[in-house]
């Protein structure tokens, strides 16, 4: 990757108060599902998303991509009863 992709993908990488987060090296290393669920523990009461009609607390959202997660899950298995999952 050049230098000018570089500065132009850390140059969106800024936190809301206007500063640059670099995030530590277990952070970069981690799962992004492991990653959310950390941060829904950490802040469950705060807005996640937020649209001009609605907004969803890392809870909710969590919540919500959790039914998401099990109903793929749960279609996946009714398509596949021969495979054996390991839950």
């Given at each position: 990757m050049?230098?000018?992709s570089q500065q132009a993908i850390r140059?969106?990488?800024?936190?809301?108060?206007?500063?640059f987060v670099e995030f530590k090296?277990?952070?970069v290393e981690q799962s992004i599902p492991g990653r959310f669920e950390?941060?829904?523990?950490?802040?469950?009461?705060?807005?996640?998303v937020?649209?001009?009609?609605?907004a969803l607390t890392y809870a909710e959202l969590n919540q919500a991509a959790n039914r998401v997660a099990h109903a793929i899950r749960d279609q996946s298995e009714l398509r596949r009863p021969d495979q054996t999952h390991l839950d």
């Open positions: 050049n230098n000018l140059a969106k990488c800024f936190h809301p108060s206007g500063t090296k277990d952070e950390k941060i829904v523990a950490r802040y469950p009461d705060r807005i996640a937020k649209t001009k009609a609605d």
